[in-house]
């Protein structure tokens, strides 16, 4: 017997999934960069070449490309690292919404279970593994902090964009919930 519970076939709807995935993927990418304004993850010094830059130079791309910026109402923006930002944001939020379609456990805590296991994965285990970032014992406490509850934040976000705009298209509940309860 499988320990995940999957949805019936008949009520999933990859098609709607997936347009909810990109339009959440964009919405998170903007929650994502709000939520570091005011809690930023890395110090100045460290965020001179920030993780999507430092992982494009380990590829091979130049700093010079990896740094490149764009002119937008008299500031400098790192176009490249949005782009990454934005990629990253965009394959996660059409991951989880697909996924959700027939394995509802990834909803868990709205997303944000699944939001606090990237930022494991990627910024305590992947990146420091590959030099990206320091060790996580070498990272700061407010790094681990931002991070952390930046990502449970962002899946959250996704989640919410993901429930509101996948009921509202097909005019039904989330395909785990018996449509008989959606009616009372």
């Not at 989640?159 to 298209?169: A, K, Q, S």
Request: aromatic fraction near 14%.
């Amino acid at each position: 017997m499988s320990r995940l519970r999957t949805t019936e076939p008949a009520r999933r709807n990859f098609r709607v999934a997936f347009l909810v995935g990109l339009i959440a993927g964009v919405f998170s990418a903007i929650v994502k960069f709000g939520w570091e304004v005011p809690f930023p993850p890395r110090t100045p010094e460290r965020n001179a070449t920030n993780p999507p830059q430092q992982i494009l130079e380990q590829l091979g791309f130049s700093s010079d490309f990896t740094h490149t910026t764009i002119g937008f109402n008299g500031n400098e923006l790192p176009i490249i690292s949005f782009i990454i930002h934005f990629g990253f944001s965009i394959f996660f939020a059409l991951l989880y919404c697909l996924v959700a379609e027939k394995y509802p456990q990834i909803k868990l805590w709205q997303g944000a279970a699944f939001g606090l296991f990237l930022w494991i994965f990627f910024h305590v285990v992947l990146m420091p593994a590959i030099g990206t970032v320091p060790a996580p014992w070498d990272q700061p406490f407010e790094e681990h902090l931002s991070e952390a509850l930046g990502h449970m934040v962002w899946m959250w976000s996704i989640e919410i964009v993901r429930r509101d705009l996948r009921n509202r298209i097909t005019r039904q509940p989330d395909a785990e919930v018996p449509l008989s309860e959606a009616t009372r």
